[in-house]
C-alpha cells in the first residue's frame, strides 16, 4: 500500500521558517521523483519544487528560488522541503508527490499525500 505523509507544516510569522517532511511508503523510493506543490485558498495548484530519484537534479519555481531547499534521504524514504524567508503569499497546503518520470506538471505524478497546511502572517 503505497502512503506518503507530509508533517511539518504550521504557523509561522513572515520571515521565518519551517521544514516539511514526506515519508514514503508501499513503493522503491529511490526510484522516484519527488516533488512539492502547493494550493493556496481560490488557486490552481501549483509545483513548488521536484528532486529527481538520485537527488542529483533539482527544480525550483521561480516565487521560492533562492529560499526553499527541496531534499531527499533514501535511506529514510523521505523528502524535505526547507523553507526560509517565508511570505505570507507562501500560505498554502502543501503536498508531496511520487512520479516515476522527473517532471513539472502534476499530471506526472502517480501518488499524492494528504498535504500540510502552512500558514504565515505578516
Known amino acids: 500500500q503505497v502512503q506518503l505523509v507530509e508533517s511539518g507544516g504550521g504557523l509561522v510569522q513572515a520571515g521565518g521558517s519551517l521544514r516539511a517532511s514526506c515519508a514514503a511508503s508501499g513503493f522503491t523510493f529511490r526510484n522516484f521523483a519527488m516533488g512539492w506543490f502547493r494550493q493556496a485558498s481560490g488557486k490552481e495548484r501549483e509545483v513548488v519544487a521536484v528532486?529527481?530519484?538520485?537527488?542529483?537534479?533539482?527544480y525550483y519555481a521561480d516565487s521560492v528560488k533562492g529560499r526553499f531547499t527541496i531534499s531527499r534521504d533514501n535511506a529514510k524514504n523521505t523528502a524535505y522541503l526547507q523553507m526560509n524567508s517565508l511570505k505570507p503569499e507562501d500560505t498554502a497546503v502543501y503536498y508531496c508527490?511520487?512520479?516515476?518520470?522527473?517532471?513539472?506538471?502534476?499530471?506526472?505524478?502517480?501518488?499524492w499525500g494528504q498535504g500540510t497546511q502552512v500558514t504565515v502572517s505578516s
Open positions: 528532486i529527481s530519484g538520485s537527488g542529483r537534479t533539482t
Open positions: 508527490a511520487a512520479a516515476r518520470f522527473y517532471g513539472f506538471a502534476d499530471r506526472l505524478y502517480d501518488y
